[in-house]
């Protein structure tokens, strides 16, 4: 194996679990696996500052999404409902699914 698997990929619901966003929820939307950052849905709002365009001719200030460092997010298992770190599983059909490890339900392939 060359590169080692994210703990967690795009759709996943996640806890901030350091920063200052810390305890918040969200889901993410993108990840950079060169930057190791993921953009979480209303999650580290950063305000920035347009310049006027066509599309805004005032110009402007919009809040967008700030990318977080996926070792400060956990994903949230769908089955316990809590954060966690994610196991991986070999099954016997040779498939590998994502598995939590506080409950040990499958949550997704993976
Ligand atoms: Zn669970």
Do not use: F, Y
């Amino acid at each position: 194996m060359s590169t080692s698997k994210m703990h967690i990929k795009k759709g996943d619901n996640v806890m901030v679990v350091s920063g200052k966003e810390k305890g918040k929820k969200g889901k993410v939307l993108l990840i950079s696996r060169s930057t190791s950052r993921a953009i979480v849905e209303a999650l580290n709002m950063m305000t920035h500052h347009e310049r006027p365009s066509r599309r805004s001719p005032q110009g402007g200030i919009v809040q967008r999404e700030a990318p977080i460092h996926v070792s400060n997010l956990m994903p949230i298992c769908g089955k316990c409902g809590k954060p966690t770190r994610v196991g991986r599983r070999i099954l016997e059909d040779g498939a590998t699914v994502r598995v939590c490890k506080r409950c040990s339900e499958i949550i997704d392939l993976g």
